[in-house]
């Protein structure tokens, strides 16, 4: 026993220093999620609004303009030029001098006497983003306005310069007030939905990548037998490794966590307690699925490609940003493979919900599940021989 | 088994699977390393020195046959043999970002060597070794010679009694390469090691007490160095023919001609009597216009030996 304890504490020691000797990588480990959170805080916004507008106005009445200036009105629009028709609006959108075109047919003002009046919102198709937020803009307002609305989405990728929409009904004579009510985030502050999910990713990334570098580094350059051949048991190789890697990690948790608190105003609603031992886990799974990544790959150049893989995965199927109730089967699936989904929504669960562990035992459990499937089958993959 | 023999085989088969099928890198090999003795396992590139060195360690699953270090079986007793046994492999690397110290210590550590053998055991093996003086260099930025160095007083920092060292003077000048085999020889001398090597290079078969010749996965003799040098046919003369291709076409098929193998621009030839053949040789070129320069009998060394050996397994094949 004794013996095991100091070759585990002389591993520990080895890949201790090895970490702080690398300080490029050590810098980039500890300063890669302080640049994510401010890269998402800061340039990458989510919220489309001021959406850039052209209006092709041929009522010219109170009536449309009315219209017009509720669309301003609603932030969602900025009106920058007015046109004479729907050709000159669809010029507009294709030399990318605005993204929306609003066209008002000559009888608007008449038709809204009559109830069933009529306004074309032509949207750039080729930013999803932008149709969606467009769309439902438009609508909520023509809505407010008691009035028929046709959209008309363009699809400028094809070779169709218009698709028709479906058309809403504006139930003029019926109006109906919804009133919505936002739980855990009243504010819709993109950070407060976006840390949570990035402490996950950021965790999910690091863990796989140490990990697996850490391993396959040792073996492209010859060290790995010359371990090997060392009494060391693959176990407490496996310990050894992952120990300085967990302390990192956590070092990390800590950054995002606290900037997420201290400087974004991100309130922590929930234990931080479970939080700590949650993310733990969590770790643990990433290190172990790291760790098992670096049986197949055979290079550093071949982990840190599959590294940059995960990590685009990790973006779009783990629900950061993209919700997962959409994809289809086999795309959700492929996320259920990811520990960060489980994660991000704990995270979410105990950050933003303040909700303890009987709301989430579930996603708790795959994650204990996960990790000793993961570390049980790398012990596996960490032999005592070469072949 | 005899309490002397410190590595022992018997019909040690090692086969890979690839895609092509199976391949029989050891090919039943039959060893026997005595206690302090030094034995060198040689053989050109891909003989199987490296995968018998590594079955023997336990380091790749045995596919037959018997192997035992010390007395511990390679396959069951593997980490008894870790930590009995000192060993360099061949693409071996000491971690690149750690100090000369921090190897030893780190070494010594996973061998579980006390504090207090450290604080004795590894200067006197770094002053042994050269090194005391770069003790706070990174293992990567010392030359090749002295990182084998590193490596060897790495390999015995927990007193091992059995080194097994798989090419280690391979890239090294041939300065270092005296000077390492020079800390060697000191070791078995004042320490009784176990010495067991691979090597590619026929001048290092001089330094061992034993020696095995591998070739295509079998050892094809083992004995003394002055005994395998016996083995090859007749008696060496060695000459600089004035023209060589012809002249290589041409002695061979000379009466008395054993075998010809050649050396830079001169020939080596063996003949079953130097006095009587020597004339006939120099007579038979002069015939052609080729003259016969600084013609001598020379020993055979283990070079000639082996290409002799190999040769003669290839005709009986």
Known sequence: MQKRLNRISAIIQKETIQILRDWPTLAMVLLMPVLEMFLFAYAVSMTVDHI?????????????????????????????????????????????????????????????????????????????????????????????????????????????????GGSLNGASSLPIYTSTRVLYNPAKDDMTFIVPGLTAILLQVMTIGQAAVAVV?????????????????PIELLIGKMAPNLALTVIDLLIIVLLGIFWFDVPFMGSPWLFAWLSLLFIVSGLGLGLLISTIVKTQKQAQQLTMLFMMLCMLLTGLIYPRGPMPAGVRAAGALIPATYFIRIARGIITKGVGLSFMWQDVLILVIYSVVVIGLSVRAFRKRLD | MNENVTIFTRDLVKRFKTKSGAVTAVDGVTLQVRRGETYGLIGPDGAGKTTTTRVILGLLERSGGESRILGYDSMRDTYAIRERVGYIAQQFALPADLTVMENMRFFANIQSVSRKDQRERIPELLEFAGLSAFTKRLAGRLSGGMKKKLALACSLVHEPDVVMLDEPTLGVDPVSRREFWGMLGDLRTEKGLTIFFCTPYMDEAERCNWVGLMYEGQLIAHDSPETIKQMVPGRL???????????????????????VQTYGVMLHVFVDDVGKRRREIETALAAQGITCEGMREIEPRMEEAFISLIRKQRREE
């Open chain 1, 52 to 164: 850039p507008t052209a209006v092709a106005d041929m009522s010219k009445d109170v009536q449309s303009r009315a219209f017009v200036d509720a669309l301003t009105a609603s932030g969602y629009f900025d009106v920058e030029m007015y046109v004479a028709d729907e050709a000159a609006v669809i010029r507009n959108i294709d030399e990318g001098q605005t993204r929306v075109g609003i066209v008002i047919p000559p009888d608007f003002a008449t038709r809204i006497e009559r109830g069933d009046a009529q306004a074309l919102v032509i949207l750039d198709g080729s930013d999803s983003t932008t149709v969606s937020a467009g769309y439902s803009a438009a609508s909520a307002v023509a809505q407010s306005m008691a009035m028929k609305l046709t959209v008309e989405k363009m699809n400028r990728m094809g070779a169709v310069g218009m698709l028709s």
């Open chain 1, 217 to 233: 580094r040792e073996r492209e350059l010859g060290v790995a037998e010359q371990i090997l051949v060392t009494p060391a048991r």
């Open chain 2, 237 to 259: 003369l060695e000459f600089t023919p004035s023209n060589f291709v012809p002249a290589w076409r041409l002695v061979p098929d000379l009466e008395g001609v054993l075998e």
